[in-house]
């Protein structure tokens, strides 16, 4: 096996980013839980080992909170990459009134998107943004850790591009019109 990147040491960095107000992250590890972690982060942890939890307090121009949720996925020990997933959690109230009108807007959104896709749980309740990287285990930490660092802040440029406007749907603050006019204005793809 060769020698590359450190995974832990890629996901105590990507805690640290993080301002104490806006955004505020902590490292999760396998087995060691505090008393407040909820049972999916533990869950997800068990599954996938340790991971960054990171709560955003103002997403988008309406300032929305998320939860982003960063881990290596599980490969077979002889693959030669890690895969680095990115999950920002946008809502977990999703109105199920009008369900239909979400997912076409959330098809017109990840037809726009060059990378990740928004999607809403098997329970249509949770709305959320997902993306992979696939990272060379040849890779050292540095070079590992400049891409997850641009993983993360692709993965909340594009919610932040997009959540007012599915969210102002959900919301009821604009309609499946308005926010159709939206999509084609934010997009270069339009």
């Known amino acids: 096996m060769m020698n590359g990147f450190d995974k832990n040491y890629i996901l105590e960095k990507l805690s640290q980013i993080e301002d104490g107000e806006t955004a505020v992250s902590h490292l ?17 942890a068990e599954e996938t080992g340790n991971l960054v939890v990171t709560e955003y307090a103002e997403v988008g121009r309406n300032g929305y909170e998320a939860t982003g949720i960063f881990n290596f996925l599980p490969v077979d020990g002889d693959e030669l990459t890690e895969i680095l997933a990115a ?13 239909y009108d979400m997912y076409k ?51 909340l440029g594009e919610v932040s591009l997009w959540v007012d406007i599915l969210m102002g749907y959900n919301d009821g603050d604009m309609s499946p019109e308005e926010c159709i006019e939206a999509i084609n204005e934010n997009s270069v793809f339009a």
């Open 105 to 155: 807007l959330i098809n017109m959104v990840n037809n726009r998107l060059v990378t990740g896709r928004f999607v809403l749980s098997d329970d249509e309740k949770v709305l959320g943004y997902r993306n992979n990287i696939i990272l060379s285990r040849e890779l050292d930490n540095k070079e590992a850790l400049n891409l997850a660092v641009d993983q993360l802040l692709g993965a």
């Open 87 to 99: 999950n920002i959690v946008v809502s977990d109230e999703i109105d199920e009134i009008g369900i």
């Open 28 to 44: 999760v590890i396998k087995g060691e839980y505090d008393d407040e972690e909820i049972d999916e982060i533990k869950n997800l």
